[in-house]
């Protein structure tokens, strides 16, 4: 119910303008859907924003493109396995992201901050947490969509070497294994990388900082550390070459993969960390992935007062 007066005598009179309207005002009856329905949504519309779905052309034009590029060389491989009746694939499931960790590293610079950076550049995010969702919520999803995203990336060309290796009647155990193998390598790769370029991103509402930001870190480690291997090698410092790829992403991966997963390591002369080294890459690959949720955790309860 709602009271209108228009003023003016100060007795009612003839023509005294005070009336009640019934504007219909109800308590709503539906379903309450909760936190849970919440993070479910905010997690599957930042997945689909990862490649543009649902939002311009113009937005999915990059995405789609690095998607376009991840797996083309995997089906130039497997036509050529196919034509040459090749008896192995050219390249280990286990070494494509490896090998691709440019175009990744590229993907990870253009979606993480506009993942994260629009939402603090329009000054969304108190608003996502007027709603039935937490920190932990909004965290949570972001990270996960962003890691699925990578997924996908990553995992698309694996499965197209997969499917082409079995049409070229290669072993299927051995097909299989080494499928499952990359599989798990990227899925730690999503993981790590999601976290540093959210991390990296959440600081800057800006995204072409963000772009600059995640790409100097993902690029420039990787072009340092490789640079000192190589010193390390010539010079015979063989024993630091595993040490000091602790200092990049992609090469903490390699050495997790190449200790664990059986893949030849990208590392000066072949030669990845022994078992006893894994342990400590395998370490801090973790540690990375689990400092970078808290990072965020921290961020965002700043962030939402």
Known sequence: MAVEHTMGTSAPGPGDQTRIHNIGYRSYDGPRLGRSYA?????????????????????????????????????????????????????????????MQAVISLYVASQAPQSV???????????????????????????????????????????????????????????????????????????LFA????????????RGFGIAAVIAVLTITYGAVSTLQAIADVQGSGEAVPWIGLFS???????????????????PGGVGPSNAEGVVFLLVALGLIAASYGLLMRRYKKVGL
């Open 39 to 99: 993070r479910r949504s905010l997690y599957s519309q930042s997945l689909r924003g990862s490649y543009g779905l649902g939002r311009s052309v113009k937005s999915k034009v990059l995405p789609m493109l690095l998607f376009v590029v991840m797996c083309v060389p995997a089906a130039i491989m497997v036509a050529v396995a196919v034509a040459t009746k090749a008896k192995d694939l050219p390249l280990d499931y286990t070494r494509y992201a490896i090998v």
């Open 117 to 191: 950076s629009r939402d603090l550049r329009f000054k969304t995010v108190p608003l996502y947490f007027s709603r039935p969702i937490e920190t932990a919520d909004y965290v949570r999803a972001k990270f996960a969509a962003l890691a699925s995203a990578l997924f996908i990336l990553t995992a698309a060309p694996l499965l197209v070497l997969y499917v082409g290796a079995l049409l070229a009647k290669l072993d299927f155990a051995d097909q299989t294994k080494g499928f499952a193998q990359g599989l798990v390598s990227v899925a730690l790769l999503s993981l």
């Open 195 to 206: 976290g540093i370029g959210l991390v990296i991103a959440s600081f800057t509402p800006r």
């Open 249 to 267: 992403p992609i090469t903490l991966v390699d050495g997790v993969q190449s200790a664990f997963l059986g893949a030849t390591s990208a590392f």
